[in-house]
């Protein structure tokens, strides 16, 4: 059920600005990794992955670094728009007998400022 | 490419009425869909795994009688919410896997459906 008082990370940051998210996984064996965006009332938007045997890829506008040794994870936006403004979350995919399901991230909410 | 459609995008039910919940791929055939639950600023939760032509796989917590998900098509997924109550209202999530090509990980969503049981 839902808990109250329940507060998702909240980043706000003036338009133009970086952004940068970020997310600790807990699963060693999670060999896939997405970041999805939401805007309210709608469902998550793709926005980009990595596998486990890359550190950083990019994207346009932003930029996925993996460090897998502390299990973390995090999203870099360029040149913040506020359109960009949405909750954020990274997923997990580990594999084997789990291929194809994904556990999410709590998200983070990014405000953007014009 | 890639989308998927959820129907109805908004329901309201009376307290033990059931409503049924449908998830397509428009643009390629998806044999695994996923449906998801989410509550007002929660994360996605993982209910169930729909494969075509076979029984859902459902998470632990999940009543497999309450949550009915058949996935008669490639392209068609339907979750079945039987009996609902207050404490279902929710936002439900489908997603579908992109199995043909060098994307077989990528799961699109739906945009989501919003189930309020009075």
């Known amino acids: 059920g839902e808990s109250v008082g329940l507060h998702l990370p909240t980043l706000s940051v003036q338009e133009g600005d970086n952004s940068i998210i970020n997310c600790a996984y807990s699963?060693?064996?999670?060999?896939?990794f997405i970041w999805y965006k939401q805007e309210s009332g709608k469902g998550p938007q793709f926005i980009i992955d990595i596998r486990s045997n890359m550190d950083k890829r990019q994207g346009q506008r932003v930029t996925v670094l993996l460090n897998k040794t502390v299990k973390h994870l995090s999203l870099q936006i360029a040149a913040t728009q506020p359109g960009d403004s949405a909750v954020y979350f990274c997923?997990?995919?580990?594999?084997?007998?789990?291929?194809?399901?994904?556990?999410f991230g709590q998200g983070t909410i990014l405000t953007v400022h014009p | 490419g890639a989308v998927v459609s959820q129907h109805p995008s908004w329901v309201i039910c009376k307290s033990g009425t059931s409503v049924k919940i449908e998830c397509r791929s428009l643009d390629f055939q998806a044999t695994t869909m996923f449906w998801y639950r989410q509550f007002p600023k929660q994360s996605l939760m993982l209910m169930a795994t729909?494969?075509?032509?076979?029984?859902?796989?459902?998470e632990q917590g999940v009543e497999k009688d309450k949550f009915l998900i058949n996935h008669a098509s490639l392209t068609l997924s339907t979750l079945t919410v039987t009996s609902a109550h207050p404490e279902d209202s929710s936002f439900y999530i489908c997603s579908a896997e992109n199995g043909q090509g060098l994307d077989t990980d990528t799961q699109y969503f739906g945009p989501g459906t919003r189930l309020t049981v009075l």
């Open positions: 699963n060693s064996a999670s060999d896939y």
């Open positions: 997923a997990e995919n580990a594999g084997g007998t789990s291929y194809g399901k994904l556990t």
């Open positions: 729909s494969n075509e032509g076979s029984k859902a796989t459902y």
